[in-house]
Structures are given as structure tokens and as C-alpha cells.
């Protein structure tokens, strides 16, 4: 239940602090904010303050939010209260408030983790320069032994059958000689101390004694502030790369050979509750992270040029703007309708895998 509510809570702040983006600037530019929605369609119940001409409503699908505009599909242009009397200098920003607002959480989500103590990867050479340097599980296999007997991502191994350990190599050369045989890990999982037994397969030709698990050296830094504000600018830079690659690789996957890597792996909501109660393990270092993960993914997602999206509206703007006139608000209400309905498919699909593998 603590993980449901720390999901709620987190994709409330995301979604809401996009929303509020687009609410803020549409009221700055004049134009009248009709409803600020949680969750999309139908809905279930509603509010207006007295005097307010905004209903704040909370809806079935609660997958995302959104903003109704006073003119929005291109109506009422001759009304000054119109979004559809602005120019497109003010769409666009309106339209990229949100994504905007998504990168701020994210900068400051990530420059609290840099305050707070960030975990980073060091070589042995480097151990003096991290806070408690420890050998640490940066990857466990699927259907390996090592999920089987239930290692974790992030886990530090402390010791191993009751000897501590203090690099890599000597936790590979244990699990190397007790092909056949079980070992005991003792780990620290958070705020938590465990003990895990793990059964190391026969040596074969494939060298399946291996338990499955990648080891590296890791410790926790701490900086000023000054130094975590220009390191979630990093961070964010590094997940929006590696993000444009796995949909590059993804899309020439389609029409190639080529795999689309192991890594990309897409999660919709049942499954982020699945790592938001991983990263809870882990400590609240990983659950703010996790803030700026979702928050920077959001931004990214919301931008690309997609019908229905800000990306796709936004678009649609850029091309008014090089035509000298307004694209027909039929034909663009028809791209986005489209865009919406294969984007809730999508959703409906990512959420069926998520279940299956739930329950596997």
C-alpha cells in the first residue's frame, strides 16, 4: 500500500506540475482555462470555486491530465479570450509550458539527489574519494539464479559465508570456486542488513557457473549546491540521449534486422509500481531519483511531434507559421483524435504486458 501511495504521490506531482504549466502561461497570455483535469475521461467528479471560471476535475484514466482551453480547436477566434486568437508565439509557449515545468521538477529533484548523496561507480583506484565504497549488483539477469534467489539491483554485498569482502574480484573468485555449492551474501539493501543464500550452477562448456549478476565498485558522493544543480543538467542530458537512441534503434528495428536493445524496455503504470517499490528498497535517495526519471521522461515524451500530445500541437503552429495561414482545424482535429486513440491502444497494450508479467 506504501508503494501505491508513494506512486500516486510522485505521478501527482509530475502531472500536476505539467498541467500547472500550461494553466499559469495560458492565464498570463488571457486565455481562459475552461477545466485543469487529473486523469483523463470520463469523469468522475468535479469542482469550481465560486467565481472561478476553471472546473478542477479527477478522472477514470489515471494515466496523465490535461488542460481544456477556451478555443483550443480553433473556435471563437474573433474573442480575445480565445486560445485560438493568440499568436503563435503565445501558443507555442502555452503549449510548451508544461514540458517546461517537467524539466524544472527534474533539475530540482535531481540536484536534491547530488545534496542528499548520489551513488556512483568508481575503480578500486578510486575508493578513497567515495563515501562507504562497497562491491554492488549494478545488474541482475532475468530468469538467472540471481533473481531466483532474490537479488536486487543496487544491493551491496558486505561479506560473503561470513567473510567480508571489499572488491570486486574477490566476490567473483568466491562465486568461481563454489560452482556446485551455495554461499551465503550478506547484504545491505537500503536501511536493511540481509542474508541471502545462493546456489552457484555447475561449471558447463557455456560457463553457466556464473550466477548472473553484474559487480562494480560503488560509493556515495556529495556535493554543494552549486555543483548538483550543474550535475542534473548532466543527468538529464544523459537520459534524454540514451532515450532518442532506444527509440532510434526501436523504429529501424521495424523496418531491419536489428534488435531493439534488451534495455528499452517500456513499463506502464502497474509496472512503474513495481520499481517505485524497488527504488523504495533502496532508500529515498532512489525514490527522488526516480522523481527526476519520470519527470525528465514526461518532458521528452510530451515534446517529440506526436498527434494529440504538446509536441503535435506544437507542430501544427510551426507549420501555421511557414504557411502564413491556420492549418484546417478539421483535418488537425482528425490527426489528433488519431494520435489519442493509438496512444490509449498503446497504453492498453503496455498495461496487459505489465499485468501478464506481473503475475508470471
Not at 90 to 104: F, K, T, Y
Not at 222 to 235: I, K, M, N, P, T
Not at 265 to 290: E, K, M, N, S, W
Not at 312 to 336: A, C, D, N
Request: proline letters at 4%; charged letters at 20%.
Amino acid at each position: 500500500m506504501m508503494t501505491l501511495l508513494i506512486f500516486a504521490a510522485i505521478l501527482l506531482l509530475v502531472v500536476i506540475g505539467h498541467e500547472f504549466g500550461h494553466f499559469i502561461v495560458a492565464k498570463w497570455c488571457g486565455v481562459k482555462v475552461e477545466e485543469f483535469g487529473f486523469g483523463f475521461p470520463p469523469k468522475l467528479f468535479g469542482y469550481r470555486p465560486k467565481g472561478s471560471e476553471t472546473e478542477y476535475t479527477v478522472n477514470l484514466l489515471p494515466i496523465g491530465g490535461f488542460v481544456r482551453l477556451y478555443g483550443e480547436e480553433g473556435e471563437h477566434g474573433d474573442d480575445q479570450r480565445s486560445f485560438a486568437a493568440k499568436t503563435p508565439l503565445q501558443r507555442i509557449a502555452i503549449l510548451s509550458a508544461g514540458v517546461i515545468v517537467n524539466l524544472i521538477i527534474a533539475v530540482g529533484a535531481f540536484t536534491i539527489v547530488g545534496m542528499m548523496g548520489s551513488t556512483v561507480l568508481v575503480t578500486e583506484d578510486q575508493r578513497d574519494e567515495v563515501a562507504n565504497p562497497a562491491v554492488t549488483i549494478s545488474q541482475v539477469l532475468p530468469d538467472s539464479t540471481a533473481e531466483s534467489a532474490g537479488l536486487k539491483f543496487g544491493d551491496r554485498i558486505v561479506a560473503v559465508n561470513g567473510e567480508s569482502v571489499e572488491t570486486v574480484t574477490s566476490v567473483q573468485s568466491v562465486i568461481g570456486e563454489s560452482a556446485g555449492e551455495e554461499i551465503s551474501l550478506t547484504l545491505e539493501r537500503g536501511s536493511q542488513e540481509i542474508t541471502q543464500e545462493v546456489t552457484v550452477p555447475e561449471l558447463s562448456d557455456d560457463d553457466s557457473g556464473k550466477i548472473g549478476v553484474g559487480l562494480a565498485l560503488a560509493g556515495t558522493v556529495r556535493l554543494g549546491f552549486l555543483e548538483a544543480l550543474g550535475q542534473s543538467f548532466v543527468r538529464i542530458w544523459v537520459i534524454v540521449a540514451r532515450t532518442i537512441e532506444f527509440i532510434g534503434v526501436g523504429l529501424i528495428s521495424l523496418v531491419t534486422t536489428i534488435e531493439a536493445p534488451a534495455e528499452a524496455d517500456v513499463r506502464g503504470p502497474v509496472g512503474l509500481v513495481q520499481v517505485v517499490g524497488d527504488f523504495r528498497a533502496l532508500g529515498a535517495t532512489y525514490i527522488v531519483t526516480f522523481v527526476g526519471l519520470i519527470s525528465t521522461s514526461l518532458a521528452l515524451f510530451n515534446i517529440l511531434p506526436i498527434p494529440a500530445l504538446d509536441g503535435g500541437r506544437i507542430l501544427f503552429v510551426l507549420i501555421e507559421m511557414i504557411k502564413g495561414s491556420p492549418v484546417s482545424k478539421e483535418l488537425e482535429g482528425r490527426v489528433h483524435m488519431g494520435g489519442y486513440l493509438v496512444l490509449m491502444g498503446l497504453m492498453l497494450l503496455v498495461t496487459a504486458n505489465d499485468i501478464i508479467n506481473l503475475v508470471r
